[in-house]
């Protein structure tokens, strides 16, 4: 069973997608989107590889509190195989919702087998190149160039427009943590 490479994670969020959310960010990425907001995930040597087994065992421990993930990145499907077993493990095992942000294109996707077979596991998928000065400073979606692509009928695009911008969490021992697209500047 392989292993996903991860930038950092998040038990539970309400601005990464409808509802509350298990969030992934995965590490590594060579896209080179101008202004990338992330650019801490690019590095491929960095990040820490977790076994996909022990992270679907995660995701469903957390299954009475949340109503789905979200992968975000770094870019997912530059780890083909771990993102698209954890996908189907994940997805065999439960019927909460997957939601993946990606800087291909779904025609880019699509071409690729090693990249398609993941995609019958992804519920929405937020998919091209981001690129900063065409943010739409309301939205948490990223940039108004990406598609989103309802992949199944679990969402709508209503469901998609409600999600927060942003959120900002406080934990028991004080650490902030800000979330979502331009997390308050
Ligand atoms: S795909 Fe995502 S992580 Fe990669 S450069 Fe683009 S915005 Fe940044």
Excluded at 19 to 42: I, K
Aim: proline content about 5%; some cysteine.
């Amino acid at each position: 069973m392989p292993a996903l490479k991860l930038h950092s994670q998040l038990n539970l969020s309400y601005s990464n997608g409808p509802g509350a959310r298990f969030v992934l960010w995965v590490q590594g990425c060579s896209l080179g989107c101008p202004g990338c907001f992330n650019p801490e995930t690019h590095d491929f040597d960095r990040g820490e590889l977790v076994a996909v087994q022990d992270l679907v065992g995660k995701a469903l421990k957390l299954k009475t509190k949340i109503e789905g993930i979200t992968i975000s990145g770094g870019e997912p499907f530059q780890q083909p195989e771990a993102l698209f077993e954890f996908l189907k493990e994940f997805k065999e095992r439960s019927d909460l919702s997957v939601l993946v942000f990606s800087g291909f294109t779904l025609s880019e996707i699509e071409e690729q087998p090693s990249l398609k077979r993941s995609l019958p596991y992804i519920d929405v998928l937020i998919a091209g190149r981001y690129a900063a000065n065409l943010v739409e400073s309301n939205k948490w979606l990223g940039s108004a160039n990406q598609q989103q692509h309802l992949l199944t009928d679990r969402y709508t695009q209503e469901d998609l427009q409600s999600v927060p911008k942003t959120e900002v969490q406080i934990s028991s021992d004080g650490e902030i943590r800000k979330s979502g697209i331009d997390p308050l500047g």
